[in-house]
């Protein structure tokens, strides 16, 4: 089959590599008919995390139809087609019983295969996906593919952000950087009940779609943010802060702009060694700190009658639609955000 494989720093090459086959009882093999680019993809492609084997095929973002099933699958047959979460999990352990699927203990990551052991990715013709009937969800007949792919990943991601914010009406909300996972969680705070959501970037096109989605757009390069959040809050800052970027100055901002007694929700991928904030701060503040990987599976379920309202034009996150054999120059448009290029969609 055909696939986007990695083979070095910002190196990702289109190839041929073998079919996915059925290893285990509770296996399935799906037909990808729509995939996508993740944020979290680039720290693979600029090797900001080490450790994945030469031409394992990348990628956690897909959907598509079930064309084989392992013996033990009963309730998936061929011709469903699904919605998958980035991770496996086996819905019976001590952390699916909870509602923390990503931390499944039989929980594997799509994309990832180091020293020979772990699951190819879904940037291709062809995915397996283990233990599939806990890990699966059915398309049901009012979401398309594209809304599918957003429910496995990016949505998930920034409703579970939302959530970790604890929303409140008359509350206060900011979120930092209004890529496509700060773009859903400004969507999810409304979802969830927020009235004011202030959405922080430098980048005009990417606060023009957070004003779109209802935020009030603040361009940290042009504007004193903690000023401006002063004024609007009566002294006191946000009640919490969403950091959908993950990196060091991200997370100063989010610590300057939230009140004493507030939330900091962060889900942005860190590969900062120190928090930029110190233990003391965070007492002297008494500031709540809320991060780590998203139980997509989870919250999929939750998120499922929010989509089929169809409130936010979710799918205007994805920019670029290119076939699966121009996914290197998707990768390149993407990592050096080309052509004002928020997510690419692409179709084996």
């Known amino acids: 089959m055909k696939a986007l494989t990695f083979t070095g720093h910002e190196s990702i090459t289109f190839e041929t590599i073998r079919d996915p086959e059925i290893l285990e009882a509770s296996d399935v093999i799906i037909k990808v008919k729509y995939c996508a680019i993740c944020g979290s993809d680039l720290h693979v492609y600029h090797e900001r995390e080490k450790g994945i084997d030469q031409h394992t095929c990348m990628g956690h973002e897909f959907t598509g139809e079930v064309v084989e099933t392992g013996k033990a699958v009963k309730h998936l047959k061929i011709g469903d087609q699904v919605i998958s979460p980035f991770t496996t999990n086996c819905g019976q352990c001590y952390f699916c019983s909870i509602g923390l699927t990503a931390r499944c203990e039989k929980s594997q990551l799509f994309g990832w295969v180091q020293n020979g052991v772990g699951l190819q990715g879904g940037q291709a013709e062809y995915v397996r996906v283990p233990l599939a009937e806990s890990t699966l969800y059915t398309l049901p007949d009012d979401i398309t593919y594209p809304e599918a792919l957003l429910l496995g990943d990016v949505l998930s991601t920034g409703y579970f952000c ?36 202030y959405a922080f970037d430098s980048v005009h096109e990417r606060l023009n779609k ?40 991200a997370g100063k901002l989010a610590y300057d702009l939230v009140r004493p007694g507030g939330i900091i929700s962060t889900v942005g991928v860190c590969t900062e060694q120190h928090f930029p904030f110190s233990p003391t701060d965070a007492y002297n503040k008494n500031i709540t700190y809320k991060t ?8 999929i379920d939750q998120l499922i009658p929010h989509v089929c309202e169809h409130r936010f034009d979710l799918t205007s996150v994805f920019t670029h639609h290119l076939p699966l054999r121009e996914g290197v120059k998707g990768y390149d448009i993407f990592a050096n955000k080309k052509d004002h290029c928020l997510k690419v969609l692409l179709e084996p």
């Open 162 to 197: 939302a959530h970790q914010a604890e929303i409140k009406p008359q509350l206060h909300y900011g979120v930092i950087g209004c890529g496509p996972v700060g773009l859903m969680a400004i969507c999810s705070a409304f979802l969830q009940g927020a009235q004011h959501v």
């Open 292 to 299: 780590g990987r998203c139980p997509a599976r989870y919250f």
């Open 210 to 249: 957070a004003s779109q989605f209802g935020a009030t757009a603040i361009p940290v390069d042009k504007t004193d943010a903690i000023s401006f959040i002063k004024e609007q809050t009566f002294g006191r800052g946000l009640d919490a802060v969403m950091d959908a970027v993950g990196n060091a100055s």
